[in-house]
C-alpha cells in the first residue's frame, strides 16, 4: 500500500502566513524571484506557487530560464528562489 490514511497534512493558513510574515519583519511582504529551468511543468509550478504566495503578500515573479544560466547560478550563487527539477 503506498497511501497511508493515517498521515496528516499541513493546514492552509494564509493569516497564519501573514503574522509569521510580520513577526520575522516583513508585515508589508517582499519582493523575489522564482528561477524556474523550464516551461512545461517546472514553470507551471512555479507560476502556482507564485500565485499562492501573492496571498500572502509575498510578490514573486516567474523567470524562465535554461541550463546554461542554471548552472551559472548554481556556479555563483543567486537571489530569490531556485525551483530546478531534474
Do not use: R
Amino acid at each position: 500500500m503506498t497511501y497511508n490514511t493515517e498521515l496528516k497534512g499541513y493546514s492552509y493558513d494564509p493569516e497564519k502566513a501573514k503574522a509569521l510574515l510580520a513577526e520575522a519583519g516583513y508585515a508589508d511582504g517582499f519582493d523575489t524571484v522564482i528561477y524556474s529551468t523550464g516551461s512545461g511543468f517546472a514553470g507551471n509550478a512555479a507560476t502556482a506557487v507564485s500565485a499562492s504566495l501573492a496571498e500572502v503578500g509575498i510578490n514573486a515573479s516567474v523567470e524562465i530560464i535554461d541550463g546554461a544560466k542554471g548552472n551559472d547560478m548554481m556556479a555563483n550563487g543567486w537571489t530569490g528562489i531556485y525551483w530546478h527539477f531534474a
